[in-house]
């Protein structure tokens, strides 16, 4: 299972499994014009990371979203996994699992 830190570069891909989870949400909100356009934000935002994952590193089947602020209860940096979404094509397939154990390292 590939797992990797997305980069301006992987904007579409982003934008496209966020838009997934929008959906399987039965959301019509953000546009896809507004997803795009927040994902090109938070991309270049150093306190967040967008992990992609997939046994295909092309074409990813799933991402986490990471926001990284200052943690009060620990005097020290924290990590806050603020999304999750596997394509459903891709369930039960260790993408989920992949993307959770990538996050708990970071």
């Known amino acids: 299972m590939n797992v990797r830190v997305a980069t301006e570069a ?7 499994l966020m838009a997934a989870f ?5 959301r019509d ?5 507004q997803l795009a356009a927040g994902v090109a934000r938070l991309l270049v935002d150093p ?3 967008f992990l992609l994952a997939g ?5 990813p089947a799933g991402l986490c979203q990471l926001r990284y602020r200052y943690g009060l209860w620990y005097d020290a940096p924290d ?9 459903e ?3 039960r397939a260790g993408v989920g699992r992949a993307l959770v ?3 708990l390292e970071a």
């Open 10 to 16: 992987d904007a579409d891909h982003v934008a496209r």
């Open 22 to 26: 929008r959906d399987w949400w039965g």
């Open 29 to 33: 909100e953000p546009t896809d014009d």
């Open 47 to 49: 306190n967040t990371e």
């Open 55 to 59: 046994s295909d590193a092309a074409r």
């Open 79 to 87: 990590c806050w996994l603020e999304d999750i979404y596997v394509d």
């Open 89 to 91: 094509r891709a369930q």
């Open 101 to 103: 154990d990538a996050a």
